[in-house]
């Protein structure tokens, strides 16, 4: 698979995964387990951001060392439904 086009379903993946609230590296860790794609800081964090920016998903607590759990919100999950056929050829994509 291309890297451009894993990097621009990467924000779909991602906020489909924070239907259930995570920090970014279980985030990572869940990409791998699902998909075998390894990630890294650099590009998830500035996803995370932009999603956030975007009011797609929220911070919903803040641990320890600062690691803060993001969520989706409502206008994320309006985001998902919308783009679902999207996602559904994206997932195929990648474990195919």
Request: proline share 3%; net charge positive; aromatic share 6%.
């Amino acid at each position: 698979m291309e890297k451009p086009y894993v990097k621009g379903a990467l924000k779909l993946i991602i906020l489909e995964l924070l239907k259930n609230p995570n920090h970014g590296y279980g985030i990572m860790a869940e990409v791998e387990r699902l998909y075998g794609i390894k990630l890294s800081a650099g590009t998830v964090y500035p996803i995370l951001s932009s999603l956030k920016r975007s009011g797609l998903i929220k911070v919903v607590e803040t641990g320890d060392r600062d690691r803060k759990t993001y969520q989706i919100t409502e206008r994320g999950i309006e985001y998902i439904n919308k783009n679902e056929k999207e996602l559904n050829d994206i997932k195929r994509k990648l474990l195919a």
